[in-house]
Structures are given as C-alpha cells and as structure tokens.
DNA sequence: AGTTTCGGCGCC
DNA sequence: AAAGGGCGCCGAAACT
C-alpha cells in the first residue's frame, strides 16, 4: 500500500499512523507506534504524510536524519482555506478547526512557538497543540471538501500541496544553513571598517568619518542621529526634511560626501558587523530561521539575521565547501512575466515567451528603445506609482498591453472597494490587507506644506476614498503579481527540492526568486538542468498553458558574489 | 527600567 | 527623479 498515511501525537508520547485511501479516508486501523522517527523510516513507501503542523514534526525528523518526500499540512491548509473563505481572522489551529465542524466553542489559537534555538520539547505537538489522529482526520476530510468549493478546486489543491512542500524546504534550509566564510566575513569588515575600538564603540573608519562631518558643520555632529543631522543642516541654511540617502544626494554641501558614506558603512557595521557573525554564524554555516508563506502575499520570511537582506558586498563570505560550489539562480524578470501569465494578455505573453530581455521587448514595442524606462514603467504598473517618470510611460504600456493594465487596475478596485483579492492559485488577500489605520498617514500631504496635518480631529471621518483606501489599492494591485510569482516559485521550488533528493546537492538559500544550491563541483552541471526543468513546469502547473517563459540566470561559483 | 515606535536602509 | 508593493533589522526616541 502506497501513497498518503497520516501521523498525529499520542497521548502516551508515542505516535498513531493509518493509512488513507485514495478518497482521503482512513484505509485501514490506526497503528500506535513508539517513536515517531521509526514510524516514518519504516514507511519508504509513503509519498505524502498528513500531518497537523510541519514545523511541528518535521525538525524532529530531520535530527534523525529522517526525510518524507511530500506532506499535508493541515495547519497551514486550514491558513489558507480560511483565507479563501474570506475569514482570515478565524482561529487556524487544528483544534479550532474541528470545534467548527462540530460546532462546539472555537478554541484561540495558541501563543506562537518561539523561535527553536534551544533544544527542543521531548514531545512533538505539545498539549494544546495536539490533535487525536481520529480528529485530525475528520478535519483534514472536511478539508478536502472545502477545497471542492473553492473557485478553482485544482488550483487550490495546488496551493495547499505546494505550501506544504514549501514547509518540508524550509525545515530542511534551516537544518544545512547557508555556507559561510567568517575568515573572510572579518577580512571583509576590517578592509571596509578598519580596526574595532575597545569598549565596543564605532570602529575606526566609522569615527574618522563622523569627524569630517563635525569638520564640514564647524560643530560636533553625530551621523547616525537623524534629527541632529537635519539640526546641522539648517544651521548651515540647507533645508532638509530627512536624511534619506536620496534628498542629501541632491545638497551642495562639503558634509554630504563623508555623511553618505557613514550611512553606507554604519549600516554594515550595525546590521551584518562582528556582533552578527558572533550571532548568526556557527560552524560554517549562517543559519536563520525560514519560515514558509510568512507574509500575506506567500512570500517567504526569517527569523535572525536579516537573511533576506544580505547586503551585496557581504555576499562575499559566502563560501561553498572545498570540492563543492554554488548555483546560484535567479529569476529574470519574474515580475512583468507573471503578469503576462495571470492577466493573460497576449501582448506580453508573446514579449515574456521570449526568453530574451523582457524590459528590453517591451520597451521596444512600446517606446522608443529605453529599457530603464520601460522597466520603471512595468514597475510602477505593478506597485501603483502615482507620480514620477514611470508614470508618463504607463499611458503607452496601456496602448500596447491593454489586458494586464486592465487586470492590476482592477485588483486595485477590488482593493480599495474592500472586495477579496486572490493569487492565481486562490491565495486571499485579507480585505483590509495594508495600512489600516495606523498612523504615518501624512504620506498624502504634498511636499512644501508643513502645517498640522493631525489637527484635523472631525475633518475626515469614515468615509470616501480616503489615502487609505488608496494605499489598500496598491496592496491589493501588488498583491496579485507578487502572490502569484510567489505561487509559481513555490513550485519552482518543490520540483528543484525533488531534483535534489537523488544527488548530494542541498537547496540552502531562497529569496524570492532566487535560489542557491550547494553541491559537488561534479553535479553542477545536473543542477544547472533541474532548474531548467523545474521552471517549465512550475510555469506549466502554476498558470497552464501559456506561451510565458521563465528563463533563470544561473551561474556555478564558489563564492556567492562571483554571481551577477 | 522595560517596551513599543520611528527613521533609515538592506534585499526582492 | 525620487509619494509606488513586500519584508527585517538596528539604535534612538518616545512611550509606559
């Protein structure tokens, strides 16, 4: 017997497993088992585990060098399912889940798990957490009928068995870490920073270059206090409203060249310095947390470490293994492609059938040779831009490309009128997704006009198309490109994590649309063709039969910066 | 003293 | 040239 068991803590600390048929029912009687790891090894022969949490059991798993080719998570369904129901605040866990559908009181999901850097509970699925295997099997039956509902059952059937898969990624990234080089990370700070002070203070360039700032104000300045900056600046008759890199670009002042340069290193020295390799970086390897589908778009998130925001020229002490290397694959413009395969409009899913610059097409169909701004142009479609060059090229974008402009304009409609929003693959976008109505509101307040844009108490109450509304506009426009490209790398993903498991090659690093492999020097070349592979098909289950193409720049290095 | 928010910037 | 989407991180500032 093959195909789906299903897995659920006991109460004694041992583990219940049962087969299920192909209806998803059990298939056979539930079998009490000692160990959990021992009830998977046993099992080769399984190729899908339903279980109540990933994160849960699959850790466990893996420290005993456990692997399972694919799993349910009923969880992480249950997230999504709601999502799609359009009752994203609803109680997620298991427990809560049957409560609905027995309709007894709705259980509050437990506290978040911490972070796991200690050791870990002696039992999976602590009390609270934990479901009978009976349970967990009525919850995930009425799962599978929920996804009948859906708009798209198959799509949605998609989403759910490739965020699990998402799941089983992650725990296996955060088990290898990504390799790294603290020799070099500490060559790498010391040329850029010079030497560290004593008592932990700023290191040496860092201190030479906050006195040439003191020097251009003729008065002691700290670069690194926003408001003492701005203070410096008006005493020397320069208006600034910020210190964003950008509005000190364009002041003509002797302070502005070091000030730029401090940001630029204290940045480094704050964020990824000596206090973070002593953090972050053990035996080797750098390894945060991943956590799959951690924001509403399905995007991935980290915990520890910025992992996500590994500044370029820190990319140089990533450091693949003697007699290994790195492939290092990036998506080219995956952004404008998705759009071309969920709007479906045949313009540019002609240009992104092409696997040449699709920036380049467009901007040649479109404009008159600009690729710059062809690209700002598409961008700025994509996150609702209201102002700036990208602008004045969107009214030639929707000549040409009438269909997509259509499709984010009315993501954005169904955004601001507070209407559900939803990936190609049926991931929701709560309705009031963005900024709700937290402060920092005065981005709509054109520049130049300072004066009390909170005196305003009965000026605008509830009600028309606040810059609220709007901003929920742009969420829900971005969302349904971003989502989607999510969607699609997730199952970019699982089909390059499936190419892996027959070689020694790891996945270790996903960005987005960027993954890197550690490999043997020899396999490379293999892992180099499975991400050719696995783009096809993620590009054919994802969105179907389109003529869009996903092209991927990989390279083969030893050193991560050796990539672009 | 401890906790939350802000400003700025890193990545996509 | 510079109002756009998603995040995390840090120290300082602003709170309780």
New binding site residues.
């Given amino acids: 017997m093959s195909g789906r068991w299903a897995l659920a803590a006991a109460e004694d600390g041992g583990v219940d497993v049962a087969p299920l048929g192909p209806d998803g029912l059990p298939a056979g009687p539930v079998r009490r088992e000692s160990d959990l790891a021992g009830a998977v090894r046993s099992r080769p022969e399984v190729t899908r585990w339903v279980w109540r949490s990933t994160a849960d059991v699959y850790p466990r798993l893996l420290a005993t060098g456990v692997r399972v080719e694919r799993c349910y998570d009923v969880e992480d369904a249950e997230t999504l399912l709601l999502g799609h129901e359009g009752r994203h605040g609803e109680p997620r866990s298991a427990a809560a889940a049957l409560a609905r559908l027995r309709g007894g009181p709705v259980p509050p999901d437990p506290p978040q798990r911490q972070a796991d850097t200690g050791a870990q509970p002696p039992l999976f699925e602590p009390a609270g957490h934990r479901l009978p295997l009976t349970d967990l099997l009525a919850v995930y039956a009425e799962q599978q009928r929920r996804h009948e509902r859906t708009a798209h059952p198959d799509r949605m059937r998609l989403l759910t068995a490739t965020e699990s898969a998402g799941m089983l990624v992650a725990a296996e990234m955060n088990r290898s870490g990504l390799p790294w080089s603290a020799e070099v990370h500490r060559a790498l700070l010391h040329d850029l920073l010079g030497e560290r002070y004593a008592g932990g203070g700023e290191p040496r360039r860092l201190a030479e270059l906050a006195e040439e700032v003191s020097a251009a104000f003729g008065r002691r300045v700290r670069p690194?206090?926003?408001?003492?900056?701005?203070r410096a600046f008006a005493g020397a008759g320069v208006k600034v409203r910020?210190?964003?890199?950008?509005e000190?670009?364009?002041v003509d002042h002797p302070a502005v060249r070091p000030l730029?340069e401090y940001?630029?290193l204290y940045?480094?020295w704050?964020?990824h310095g000596w206090?973070?390799l002593q953090?972050w970086v053990r035996d080797g390897r750098f390894r945060?947390e991943f956590?799959a589908g951690?924001?509403?778009?399905g995007?991935w998130?980290?915990?520890?470490?910025?992992?996500?925001?590994?500044?370029?020229?820190i990319r140089r002490a990533v450091v693949a293994d003697p007699g290994w290397r790195l492939v290092v694959a990036?998506?080219d413009q995956?952004e404008p492609r998705v759009l071309a395969a969920v709007s479906r409009d045949p313009g540019l899913m002609e240009v992104a059938g092409r696997e040449s610059d699709l920036y380049q097409s467009v901007s040649d169909r479109a404009f008159s040779g600009d690729r710059s701004q062809a690209k700002?142009a598409v961008?700025?479609a994509?996150?609702?831009?209201?102002?700036?060059?990208?602008?004045k090229n969107l009214a030639a974008l929707r000549r040409r490309f009438p269909v997509a402009v259509a499709y984010v304009d009315e993501a954005a409609r169904a955004g601001e009128e507070g209407r559900l929003v939803r990936t190609w693959l049926g991931r929701t976008c709560p309705p009031a997704?963005?900024?709700v109505e937290?402060?920092?509101e005065e981005?709509?307040?054109?520049?130049g006009d300072d004066t009390g844009d909170q005196a305003d108490g009965p000026g605008w109450g509830p009600g028309h198309a606040s810059g609220d509304s709007r901003?929920r506009g742009?969420?829900a426009?971005?969302?349904v490109v971003?989502g989607s490209a999510a969607d699609w790398a997730l199952l970019l993903l699982a089909g390059l994590r499936r190419a892996c498991a027959d070689l020694e090659a790891e996945l270790v690093f996903f960005?987005?649309?960027?993954v890197i492999v550690h490999c043997p020097a020899d396999e490379a070349a293999a892992v180099v063709e499975a991400i050719r592979e696995a783009s096809l098909l993620a590009g054919r289950l994802t969105f179907g039969e389109t003529p869009v193409r996903f092209p991927f720049t990989t390279a083969v290095v030893e050193c991560y910066a050796d990539a672009k």
């Fill in positions: 690194d206090l926003p408001a003492d900056v701005v910020s210190t964003r890199r950008w000190l670009a364009a730029l940001k630029k940045r480094i704050v964020a206090s973070w953090n945060p956590l951690g924001t509403v778009t995007r998130v980290t915990n520890g470490g910025g992992a996500l925001q590994i500044p370029k020229v990036d998506a995956m700002l961008l700025g994509v996150y609702g831009q209201t102002s700036g060059d990208g602008l997704a963005g900024p937290d402060a920092g981005a709509g307040i054109p520049v901003a742009r969420f426009r971005n969302f971003q960005q987005h649309d960027e």
